[in-house]
């Protein structure tokens, strides 16, 4: 093989290796920004549910102290009852404790209420906060996780970039230029030629330059998107043997034979 084309395979491997390094690396904030957001929204259906039972605790307060009100309002009616003169006046009191009475009934109920949508609030609660308190156990995982991948694939990366320096180093600046130009406009600029097609872009190539990449003696760039072809023997499929096809017909016509007579009967035809 070239040497240069040797050498620019390997060159290509590194270049994978530190694109794909350099964006697992890119993605870590982005990750852990998700992770920070579902956090976020337990938080907040924790300060939602806290504010629910803030507000259910005001409003049983305010039917308290409205029962209290009401309460010395029928002591007050009562202690007129001994001063009234009339039976009218008596009657429009006893009225008016009546109503009193009804209104104190009215509040009862609703504290009633009130407890029961506190009781589910307060389920609601538990059930927040047991989920926040697992989510923030996983956001722990998760960051240590991440930060451990990402001291990883630093490393690494340091690694392959020394690497592509001395790679890079080892390659005639021809076969750079060429490697650099492609790369700048299709990513990658090597790519394997197999089945007689180039692999990135799967263009068939012509008798003539399949039987030269075959060679891997010279630079044969693909026609269609001018990457470095290279040819790796190990990778061809083994060609087809020619007695196959006959020998399927062969099983199948023995099948056939064999099969039980009136079998293709039971088959409904559609
Ligand atoms: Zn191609």
Not at 33 to 58: F, M
Not at 170 to 175: G, K, L, N, V, Y
Not at 231 to 242: G, I, M, T
């Amino acid at each position: 093989m070239h040497p240069d084309l040797a050498n620019l395979i390997e060159l290509e491997k590194a270049d994978r290796e530190i694109t794909r390094l350099s964006n697992e690396i890119a993605s870590l904030p982005k990750h852990l920004a998700v992770i920070e957001g579902k956090l976020a929204d337990i938080n907040t259906r924790v300060q939602k549910a806290q504010d629910a039972l803030k507000a259910q605790e005001a409003t049983k307060r305010r039917h308290e102290s409205d029962i209290q009100d009401l309460q010395q309002k029928i002591s007050k009616f009562k202690a007129q009852t001994l001063d009234v003169k009339t039976n009218e006046q008596y009657k429009a009191l006893l009225h008016e404790i009546e109503f009193a009475e009804a209104e104190i009934r009215k509040h009862e109920d609703q504290i009633l209420e009130g407890m029961t949508a506190t009781e589910a609030l307060n389920t609601d609660l538990k059930n927040v906060n047991a989920e926040l308190k697992a989510q923030t156990a996983e956001n722990e995982k998760e960051k240590e996780a991440a930060r451990a991948l990402t001291a990883k694939d630093e490393k690494e990366l340091t690694e392959w970039q020394a690497k592509r320096t001395t790679q890079r180093a080892a390659i005639s600046s021809d076969a750079l230029q060429l490697y650099d130009r492609v790369v700048k406009a299709r990513k990658t600029a090597v790519a394997e030629a197999m089945t007689q097609q180039c692999t990135a872009c799967h263009v068939m190539l012509r008798p003539q330059t399949w039987n030269e990449v075959k060679t891997n003696e010279r630079f044969i760039t693909c026609d269609s998107c001018s990457r470095i072809l290279f040819y790796d023997p190990a990778h061809e499929p083994p060609p087809p043997e020619e007695k196959k096809p006959k020998k399927k017909k062969a099983k199948k016509e023995v099948e056939e034979a064999t099969a039980e007579p009136g079998a293709d009967e039971s088959v409904p035809v559609v």
